[in-house]
């Protein structure tokens, strides 16, 4: 089992960076597909970007390829998300998310656990 723990949102404006972190429990954390979704008030959760468990492949929805990063230290457990260029429209909930078996997922359902979520808000 794992335990996901994210943080690092906050306020900002457009054009600004943030970074969230994913802090993960247990002695397994290299062995999980992982990814960041985003869920706006009214809308689906949807996905935004994804890596595997060694970190040699990065998957990302067309809307932030380009601004945003995923990357994952395996050492500490940690999985981030660099978030550059921020638009109003990247205001949501951001979870991470983790999967023990397969590879990408673009749906939330085969995901196994979730972290509680950390708001990011950028005005314009």
């Known amino acids: 089992q794992v335990q996901l723990v994210e943080s690092g949102g906050g306020l900002a404006q457009a054009g600004d960076s943030l970074r969230l972190s994913c802090a993960a429990s247990?002695?397994?954390?290299?062995?999980?597909?992982m990814g960041w979704f985003r869920q706006a008030p009214g809308k689906e959760r949807e996905f935004v970007a994804g890596?595997?468990?060694?970190?040699?492949?990065?998957y990302y929805a067309s809307s932030v390829k380009g601004r945003f990063t995923i990357s994952r230290d395996n050492g500490k457990n940690t999985l981030y998300l660099q978030m550059n260029s921020l638009k109003p429209e990247d205001t949501a909930v951001y979870f991470c998310a983790a999967k023990a078996r397969g590879s990408i997922a673009v749906s939330s359902i085969p995901y196994d656990y979730w972290g509680q979520g950390t708001q990011v808000t950028v005005s314009s």
């Open positions: 247990g002695r397994t954390f290299s062995s999980y597909f």
């Open positions: 890596i595997n468990q060694i970190g040699s492949n990065t």
